[in-house]
């Protein structure tokens, strides 16, 4: 490797730490690094054996410990308050353009008084301390004349439980009724209105002016949300998630991967994995949930109108749930111990993969199954150790230090007999589980994504949006090829991964780690993966060195029709003669292999025309039927084919996670 492709593995390897060069952590890093010296770093640093002795040196060797200590010890909640006040505000404005009957704005608004409303009895001096409660009342009303019946339901169940006053209250069981009858619950809907009705004092006009409202008001619905595929052949026991048709092997110079243990077909699912942990981008803690990544806000109110009710934490604004379920499972796990630090995080400018470490802890039932889980990551995925240089070590050391200081500020361990930085024996386990999570999720982490359609069609014009990131047990096994053998997409956080061509048993199974040869020549996959992943590709397109898409023949590579012949051959200068084969050393004639081709040429015609008039399961199944009929005649690379497992692999993230 030449010093230019040394100092760009560095940055990449840097990069999975510290995202953002303008965070603290940089400057704690850098002010660390500067102040010790360089032979203690390549002489005494870099030979220390395990991620316990490393730890052990940031706290406790003086070239280091009093800059390291002197930071640590400044560690405290940074997070975006509530605000009784603006939440208030924002409500006051809501009631108005709901008056005004301008229901989007007034949601917008409603939505900001929702977030931003202090919990039950916490600013007693502002709405009696109910200003959640009421903000959750104000927004059932704007949803309800929405039409979203069941949302405003929930809203309204919200606001009871955080405190609304429900003795007397007409109001309330009016809006009660609304939401029932929105839902076509009618009976509970006249359950609610006679309530109303007894509450009013029997007032006859109540019924009349129910049934003009609610005339007015269109019943919406709720978008559809994807499907979770079924695993073809069912799970395998061994391995959590994955098909009972594949399997993991193990060799010396590819370590442990996935391989094909029976035959596959193409469109086959071969994954369907819930993660170990997940973290959402903090570029996205405004509009999806923060626990099950659902988009939860627009980018655009006006240009297609999505309904957005979250759900917030009731101690920060800094982030949102899609429901009170997601909420109350964060709350319960996590987020109790991240909430208070959220933007202590962000301004020390860390990468996704560290919130992901701790995660595995704040997460874990108990430090116990903690310390199992992340052990085992260490103990089973690749982390490249051999390779790490001292000032890698040094770095994700700092980063466990300060995540394991966090946790330290936020009661992880209990109440503290002292409040000094350094680690007791216990701590200690965790910091030194840190630093080797770090280092596996590097090389094992995925990135979570949606796909992003435009109102004119689902596939011209769409992208991928990437959200955050996840480890998966299962997932991580997959191994790197420049083509890949399934398309991977995401219900969720949910890892889908389909085959896109069929498999033979032990033939591996392989995803797609971000060179890909369609795009890519094979001098810049290979620099990209040895910085990036410290291994040098060996899959077909780097042996065989295909060109990228702009390049490769629309010629046809023939397998031999013999029986149990493994050879390549030609397209025929003529079709009418037959062909020697020069591995079986037989003449061969192509005639029904050609005739066969012109047949799934047709069927690629077809499948992209259906693709075109966003026809998607026609699509599928067309592309699946001719790449299954091209691997039984012929070989990649071929154009046509490459371009419809291309579009196969869109058409399956079109079942996934997507938005307007």
């Known amino acids: 490797m030449d010093i230019s492709d040394s100092s760009y593995q560095q940055i990449c390897s840097a990069r999975t730490v510290q995202s953002d060069q303008k965070g603290f952590f940089n400057e704690f890093f850098l002010e660390v690094k500067g102040g010790c010296s360089e032979k203690w770093l390549k002489h005494y640093f870099s030979q220390l054996k395990s991620n316990e002795a490393r730890i052990l040196s940031i706290f406790s060797d003086q070239e280091i410990c009093d800059t390291v200590l002197g930071v640590l010890e400044n560690v405290a909640p940074v997070y975006k308050l509530k605000d009784g006040l603006f939440s208030v505000q924002r409500r006051a404005q809501a009631d108005k353009f709901n008056l005004l009957g301008d229901f989007e704005q007034a949601l917008m608004h409603a939505n900001l008084a929702v977030m931003r409303a202090p919990a039950k009895d916490v600013e007693r001096d502002i709405d009696n301390g109910l200003s959640l409660a009421m903000a959750y009342r104000s927004r059932a009303g704007i949803l309800i004349n929405l039409g979203y019946g069941e949302a405003a339901l929930r809203d309204l169940k919200l606001a009871a439980s955080y405190g609304l006053e429900l003795k007397g ?28 009705e007894k509450l009013s004092g029997n007032n006859i006009s109540l019924r009349d002016s129910f049934d003009t409202e609610l005339a007015l008001i269109r019943r919406s619905e709720t978008s559809d949300q994807p499907v979770v595929p079924t695993l073809t052949n069912g799970e395998n026991h061994a391995l959590r998630g994955a098909s009972s048709l594949v399997k993991v092997v193990e060799t010396k110079e590819r370590g442990r991967f996935v391989v094909a243990g029976d035959n596959l077909k193409t469109g086959d699912v071969v994954l369907c994995e819930n993660p170990v942990a997940a973290c959402l981008s903090p570029t996205f803690a405004g509009s999806h949930c923060h626990h099950c990544f659902q988009r939860i806000f627009s980018s655009s109110l006006h240009a297609s109108f999505r309904l957005t009710t979250p759900v917030p934490c009731l101690n920060c604004s800094g982030i949102a749930f899609c429901s009170p379920q997601c909420m109350g499972e964060a709350c319960d796990s996590y987020h109790r111990f991240e909430c208070q630090f959220m933007d202590l995080f962000i301004g020390s400018g860390m990468s996704i993969l560290c919130y992901l470490a701790l995660r595995v802890f704040t997460q874990a039932p108990s430090l116990e199954n903690a310390l199992h889980d992340a052990t085992s990551m260490y103990e089973n995925l690749c982390s490249h150790i051999e390779s790490r240089e001292a000032e890698d070590y040094l770095q994700r050391s700092l980063m466990a230090g300060f995540l394991l200081r966090c946790l330290q500020k936020a009661q992880y361990f209990g109440r503290r007999k002292s409040e000094g930085v350094n680690p007791t024996a216990v701590e200690l386990k965790v910091g030194t589980a840190l630093l080797g999570l770090l280092q596996v999720l590097q090389y094992n982490a995925h990135e979570v994504f949606e796909k992003k359609v435009t109102d004119q069609h689902r596939f011209e014009g769409s992208k991928i949006v990437y959200v955050g990131a996840a480890i998966y047990a299962s997932g991580a096994y997959f191994n790197h090829e420049c083509w890949p053998s399934v398309a991977r997409y995401f219900v969720g956080k949910k890892l889908v991964l389909t085959t896109i061509k069929p498999h033979q048993p032990n033939e591996i199974i392989a995803e797609n780690y971000g060179p890909i040869f369609t795009k890519t020549n094979l001098k810049e996959r290979q620099r990209s993966l040895r910085a990036r992943y410290l291994f040098e590709c060996k899959c077909k397109a780097c042996q065989e060195n295909w060109p990228t898409i702009q390049k490769i023949e629309k010629q046809v590579r023939f397998r031999c029709p013999s029986a149990n012949c493994v050879n390549v051959l030609k397209f025929p200068k003529d079709i009418a003669k037959e062909v020697r084969c020069s591995r079986c050393r037989k003449n061969v004639s192509l005639k029904a292999s050609v005739a066969k081709m012109i047949q799934i040429e047709e069927l690629y015609r077809r499948a992209a025309e259906s693709m075109h008039n966003q026809k998607v ?14 691997f039984e005649i012929a070989v990649l690379p071929h154009k046509d084919t490459i371009i419809a497992q291309h579009s196969l692999i869109r058409c399956f993230a079109d079942r996934g996670t997507t938005f307007k």
């Open 169 to 196: 209250n007409v109001d309330y069981y009016i809006k009660m009724a609304k939401a029932y009858a929105l839902m076509g619950e009618s009976a509970r809907s006249d359950i609610s209105l006679k309530v109303a």
């Open 617 to 630: 399961q026609e699509a599928i199944d067309q592309f699946t039927e001719g790449i299954e009929a091209f």
